[in-house]
């Protein structure tokens, strides 16, 4: 049985890869919540922790996960940056019925 992946995991670098990953973002994902909650900042690091409620656009399904966010921040901008989610959630959210069934 296949594994169903988060299409939008990866490691991306640079200004083209990154507008690359928010277009993954908007064709899989509708969200109905995006809730930053709590940010912490130290240094050149800053980060939010929060919850988000969206849709997988390929199945309909719905993804209930809380997040991090972790920023480093260098003259100003944002130079690096991982988030952390509930990746088995998203998953499921992308899995069809028939593999869910599988």
């Known amino acids: 049985m ?11 670098h640079g200004r083209a890869e990154v507008a690359n990953f928010f277009e ?12 930053p909650r709590e940010s912490i900042a130290q240094g050149d690091r800053v980060v939010v922790l929060g919850h988000y409620t969206a849709t997988a656009r390929g199945t309909g399904r719905t993804v209930d996960s809380d997040w991090a966010m972790a920023f480093t921040i260098s003259n100003g ?6 988030e952390y989610n509930d990746t088995a959630a998203v998953a499921a959210a992308f899995q069809t019925a028939s593999a869910a069934a599988a």
Do not use: D, L, M, W
């Not at 993954?24 to 809730?35: D, I, L, T």
């Not at 901008?77 to 991982?82: E, M, R």
């Open 24 to 35: 993954k973002v908007a064709s899989n994902f509708e969200f109905s919540r995006f809730e």
């Open 77 to 82: 901008k944002i130079s690096g940056f991982q």
């Open 2 to 12: 296949a594994v169903p992946v988060e299409p939008v995991a990866g490691t991306y």
